[in-house]
Each structure stands twice: as C-alpha cells, then as structure tokens.
C-alpha cells in the first residue's frame, strides 16, 4: 500500500498557521511524524492562492524536504505554485504531482508540466462533464487521461496514481459499487496504474466517519486500490491498511502485519 | 445480516459449567443478551457426546427459548440430538440445523432430519475429500449439496445456509480469495441461497485476530456473503456489520446503520 501522508493541509487550522507564520518546526515535525509512521509520500499543500500560493509552496517543498527524506506530494492546482515547488525540490526520490485531470483548462496547463517533470501524478477521474454519477463516469475520464498521460506525456504507467473520485454514501448509496467497478475497469484498461484516493468523502452526512472510511478502504483495495490519500498517524486506519494487505495476499508471509504488531501498531 | 449468535456453546468453559451444573439463568441471560444485540438466530451447541449430548441439546433447547422469541440453531454432528432438540422446540419461528456436508456419512444421517423438519440448515462446503484446499474445492462440494437439499430433501433455497470453510490464512495466505470466489461461484448457481460462516478461523497462528476476523468479514460481505455465525456483543464486529451494509447498499438510506448510531452500539 503506497501510503500519502494528507496531515500538511492549510485548510487545518494549525496548519493554516504555521505556513502563515513560517513555523517551520512545526511542518517539519509533522512530515517527520507522518514519515515514521509509514508515509511513502508526504503531501504539501499551501491551502492559499495566487501569488501567495506559490511562495507558500516553494517554502513548504523546502521545510518539509529538510525533515524527511520521503518524496514529497505537491498538492495544490495552481501549475506556477507546481513548477516553483519542483524547481526547489532537491529529493533523491520522485515527487509526485497533485493534480491532474481530464478537465480541458487542468489538463492544458498540467500535461506539459508533468511531460517535462516525469513526476508521479494523481489522474483525477474528471472531465468537464462534471462530478461522476452515472454507472461509467469515472472510467469514461480516466481511461483517455490515462493514456494522454502515457502516450502523450510519456510516463511509465506506474507514475499515474488514478483517483476514481470518491463521492457520499449518504447522497448516493450505491456509490461504493460505481467506484469498485470503475477501479476494476481502470485496472484492466491497464494493469500497471495504481488507483489512489482520499476516503474522508464516502463518509461525509453520516456518524462515526472514521468507521466507514476504514471500511470503505477495505472494499476499494479488494476491487484493486493500492494507494490513499489518508493520516499515517491514525492508528486504526493504518492497523486496516496491514490487516487488508494481510488478508488479501499483498504482505508476503503477513511480514508487514507482523511487523506492525511488534511494534505495537495494531494495538487498537 | 444475518447474525447467528455463537456464544452458547459447551465448549466455552463457563458454559460447559453451566450445562453441566443446569444453571439454567446463565443459559437464559446469554441468549436474552444476544436478542437484544442483534442476533436474528441463537446457537445452542452442547459440547458434549453421545447420550449426554442428548440431554444436554433438549436441555438447552428448553432452556434457551425460554428466554428469547428468536430461532434457534442446534449445533451438534449428532442425528439424535438434533432430533431430540427439534422435538421439544415450541417457538414459532422456523429453526435452523447445524449443519449438513456433503460428507457421505453425515449427509445420510442428516438429510431425511432436514426433509422432515424443513428447517434452515447451515451446509458446510466439504465433501468425502476433506478440507478444501485448492482453486474449486469449496464450490465443487457446495454445489451439490444445495442440489440436494433443494431437489431432493424439498427445502427452498432461502433455508440454505451455505458455509464456504473458512481456513487459517496464516498457512495458506490466497484463502481469502478463494473464498471470496467460492461465494460468487455459490451466488452464481442459485442465487437464493444465504452465505454464512464462522470467522474466526482466518486469523488463527497471527496476533490481533479481531482485527483480521473483522476485515475479513467486510471482504467476504463484499463477495455476496449475508449471515455470519459471531459474538453480537463484540461491539466492534457489529459495528463493523454495519457499517459494512450502509457502504454495499444493504441498509437502505443507511437507517440500520443511523439507529445502531442512535442507539451507542457503533460507539467503538
């Protein structure tokens, strides 16, 4: 499971905060935090826009990649805020750009940029029809993305992490069935993306979030999700993540189940 | 969902003390509890042999319905007992029998039980072949067992309660999808049958085994299966049920899952 540590967010308050007060202490910490925790990507995202945006990125990329050695994510739509962020980024490892999609005005101004970085990059399952709702939306964006982002760009389809869109429950119950068909079109469209996503929207209008993102992750890495977008350091959301690897042949001898146990992990 | 409740049973020391001594209160209490937890059936299973398992399956029998308008669901591999238990059954609702195989011996003895009694029966996906172990085995055995039971011993499928074997994944890690196969494959050949087993088998050898039993239970869900022999009073394996359901659109406009909100149960 490719893990994307969601916890540098200006939309949180503190972090709101800290990125307005250049407390660089206080990100580095929690790209340090989310790194031990099993993050295989910390994403940056400034949360600001315009010109503040981009500074705010440039000073993210650069605080962040100080305290962990993990690629970073950046996380914002703004391509000038994306292009300054990877002029900066001195990381051995490949950082991965977050966002592209099918949308004509995203697209336009983030192709030429992921062509140049040869970047990991999350495919929105978007066009400009909007939202997915009906049975085939989501494949229908992200299966012509998917190739625009390899034939035309020229990345290795392992640097393209689908997002199949992940829309509530509580607005359309039969959603979580839409989303595990279309990653299992995605994944035989071609089987070397990785499908990734934030799960905190499946859960949105109803009680006990936590409870069914957990399970709803669980369902999605059945019909093949391999990555999300989540927070490293909750403890039951990651005890999840070992036990479905565990369970569905993705964690060799269940060694990484193991392991978290040892360490006191899986101790919820 | 439907929960068969497992906790009387003889091979738990208190309830072997309890059978063993009559104290008919412990009995009563535990299956008055798993009523108000949920459970749609009440399993009674005597953990004893031969004439004793007799006595103590009317016994409980007796005992048990005393205190719950639920079914019940006798447990035992003895004929007689079953027979004895059936006959001194006074509730109205339909009981089930646990369980029938494929297994030449126990499907003599048991099928002419099920014909007379038409009751539910939990048909237990093994044959004169033994565990089941490779790609097709579990639906080779469950196949013609619900053949059977419906062509030949009368019984509509809906009284079919299928068991795909559950085995340890911990020495054979693809289990989980094989099982999860054998269940589509099941579905596929009659699709009115039901789909329950008992979980904990998958995670035993490995640390943390609710966690896994739990996770397991959501994937097998997601495979078509609807019923479950476990502990309604683990609360977090009932939350886990239903948060289960209101994902995979089995809890229409998520009430079930609202109420058990309401109600403090989804509190875990």
């Given at each position: 499971m490719i893990v994307i540590g969601e916890l540098i967010?200006?939309?949180?308050?503190?972090?709101?905060?800290?990125?307005?007060?250049?407390?660089?202490?206080?990100?580095?910490?929690?790209?340090?935090?989310?790194?031990?925790?099993?993050?295989?990507?910390?994403?940056?995202?400034?949360?600001?826009?315009?010109?503040?945006?981009?500074?705010?990125?440039?000073?993210?990329?650069?605080?962040?990649?100080?305290?962990?050695?993990?690629?970073?994510?950046?996380?914002?739509?703004?391509?000038?805020?994306?292009?300054?962020?990877?002029?900066?980024?001195?990381?051995?490892?490949?950082?991965?750009?977050?966002?592209?999609?099918?949308?004509?005005?995203?697209?336009?101004?983030?192709?030429?940029?992921?062509?140049?970085?040869?970047?990991?990059?999350?495919?929105?399952?978007?066009?400009?029809?909007?939202?997915?709702?009906k049975p085939g939306d989501r494949e229908q964006a992200a299966v012509p993305l998917i190739d625009k982002l390899v034939d035309e760009a020229g990345l290795a389809p392992e640097r393209v992490f689908v997002d199949?869109?992940?829309?509530?429950?509580?607005t359309q119950q039969e959603v979580v069935g839409l989303i595990m068909g279309a990653i299992e079109a995605i994944l035989t469209h071609n089987p070397r993306v990785h499908v990734t996503s934030g799960l905190s929207n499946i859960s949105f209008g109803l009680p006990n979030r936590k409870l069914l993102n957990r399970v709803a992750l669980t369902l999605f890495m059945s019909a093949g999700m391999d990555s999300a977008v989540l927070d490293p350091l909750d403890a039951k959301m990651m005890a999840q993540v070992r036990a479905t690897e565990a369970l569905l042949c993705r964690d060799e001898f269940c060694m990484g189940y193991l392991t978290a146990f040892r360490e006191g992990a899986l101790e919820v």
């Open positions: 967010n200006g939309t949180r308050k503190k972090v709101k905060a800290a990125i307005h007060d250049r407390d660089a202490e206080y990100i580095a910490e929690l790209a340090r935090k989310q790194d031990e925790a099993g993050a295989d990507f910390i994403d940056v995202n400034p949360g600001t826009v315009g010109e503040q945006e981009i500074e705010d990125t440039v000073w993210l990329v650069q605080t962040a990649q100080e305290a962990t050695s993990k690629p970073l994510c950046l996380d914002t739509p703004n391509a000038a805020a994306i292009e300054a962020g990877l002029q900066v980024y001195t990381g051995s490892a490949v950082p991965m750009i977050n966002s592209i999609s099918l949308e004509t005005e995203r697209l336009e101004t983030m192709l030429p940029l992921v062509k140049a970085a040869q970047a990991n990059v999350i495919a929105l399952s978007l066009s400009d029809a909007g939202m997915p709702t199949p869109i992940i829309t509530p429950v509580s």
